[in-house]
């Protein structure tokens, strides 16, 4: 079970294809910040803004979680906007949450 709250059916192949990598990482924690991520960003995505997730979604699990929780300096050519949208994604969700109480 991918724990999706998007469904893939009205999805083209590409996206379809990013939103399962994104769901089933290898790692729980990245399984849910970038499965999470991809339901949120991933049909309001442009096609550069999706070219950069697959390119993280090649990355190895515990290296991008370093990043994403400040355990390492992120290299210059993945310290993007998607991916300060992406570390900033897990803090934004507890507050939307809030917000519709």
């Known amino acids: 079970m991918s724990g999706s709250s998007l469904s893939s059916a009205a999805l083209d192949e590409r996206r379809r294809r990013i939103l ?3 769901w ?10 970038m499965g999470r991520f991809a339901d949120a960003h991933l049909l309001a995505m442009s096609a550069a ?3 950069e997730f697959e390119r ?6 515990a290296e991008v979680l ?3 929780t400040g355990g390492a300096q ?3 050519k993945f310290d993007t906007p998607l ?8 803090v934004e969700a507890p ?3 809030q917000d519709t109480k």
Do not use: C, H, T, V
Not at 83 to 90: D, E, I, N, S, Y
């Open 66 to 68: 370093a990043w994403l």
């Open 24 to 33: 089933r990482r290898g790692m729980r924690e990245m399984d849910l910040a």
């Open 20 to 22: 399962f990598r994104a």
């Open 74 to 76: 992120i290299p210059r």
């Open 49 to 51: 803004e999706l070219d």
């Open 83 to 90: 991916l300060a949208k992406l570390r900033a994604a897990p």
């Open 56 to 61: 993280l979604l090649e990355l190895p699990d």
């Open 95 to 97: 507050k939307r949450s």
